[in-house]
Every structure is written in structure tokens, then in C-alpha cells.
């Protein structure tokens, strides 16, 4: 299994562009979120207990990917998952149609994204390898635990 840093490398590679760059910061985070909503809205059979819904799914095993690559940045993750999960419950209790909010989120986040790589020139990452479609959330927490000099792997803290 690559390190997180080999991930975080491969991963840059096709994120050079300032403007593509811009545009992941705000729609990775988007996609995340409306996906957790997205997987909030299918319904649940009875069978199972009440506070579970398939957004955990993606949670558990989004986590155990990320524990064996840095069990700090995994920390990390779940923070982001917690309040995005707070952010859900809030608009669902406050009447907000989930479904339909973050399936517009969802899709113009990604109209934006691939808008990046042809300003980029260069093909998406999990074009390549769909596990890098776990890895740019974490490449963004990556370079927000560098600017806070947080050591994450074996790698040399940079600011």
C-alpha cells in the first residue's frame, strides 16, 4: 500500500493549477458533504437500529482507509465528518429536503470540478485510481495540518 505522502504526491500532480486548486478547497468539501446527505436520505429498513442510516457506510470504511494511512489525519476526518453531520441534522431539522439539496450540491460540485482539470489540462485523479477519490479530502486536511506544522506521517513538518 502507497504512504499517505506517495498518495499526497500522485495526487498533486494534477492539482498545479491556482485556479483548479480554488475550486477543489470549495467543492471537495461540498461533495463530502451532499454525499453523506445523499446516503442520509435512502430510506432504512426497520431491521436495523434507529440511529443507523448509510451515510455510515462510507463513514466506517472511509475511516479504516484512512487509519492505515495516518491515524492522525483520521482523527482529523472524523472532526470534518462530525460537523458536516451536524450541518445535516440542522437543515433536516430545520425542514430542508435533504435529497434535493444535495443532489444539486453534489452535481454542480462536480461540473465545477471537472471545469478545474480542463483549466488544469489534466485528466481527474481517480481516473486513474478510484481510491483517490478518498484521497482529496484528506490531501486538503494534509495541507491544512502542514500550515498548523501537525506532523501526520514520517514527513518533515514544512510550513
Keep these: 500500500m502507497r504512504s499517505v505522502d506517495e498518495w499526497f504526491h500522485l ?10 486548486k480554488l475550486i477543489h478547497w470549495i467543492c471537495i468539501p461540498l461533495i463530502m458533504f451532499s454525499l453523506l446527505g445523499l446516503l442520509k436520505s435512502i430510506p432504512v429498513p426497520e431491521v436495523f437500529p434507529s440511529q443507523f442510516d448509510f451515510s455510515w457506510l462510507l463513514i466506517v470504511g472511509a475511516f479504516i482507509f484512512y487509519l492505515m494511512l495516518s491515524w492522525q489525519l483520521s482523527i482529523g476526518m472524523l472532526c470534518v465528518v462530525a460537523i458536516m453531520l451536524l450541518g445535516l441534522k440542522i437543515l433536516k431539522d430545520a425542514g430542508v429536503n435533504l435529497l434535493m ?22 485528466k481527474p485523479s ?14 486538503l ?19
Design 11 to 20: 495526487y498533486g500532480e494534477s492539482h498545479q493549477n491556482p485556479t483548479n
Design 101 to 122: 439539496v444535495s443532489l444539486v450540491i453534489f452535481f454542480v460540485s462536480w461540473i465545477f470540478q471537472f471545469i478545474g482539470h480542463k483549466i488544469e489540462g489534466k
Design 126 to 139: 481517480f481516473f486513474t485510481d478510484l481510491q483517490f477519490l478518498l484521497i482529496g479530502p484528506l490531501w
Design 141 to 159: 486536511l494534509g495541507f491544512i495540518y502542514r500550515r498548523l506544522g501537525i506532523r501526520y506521517s514520517s514527513q518533515k513538518v514544512k510550513a
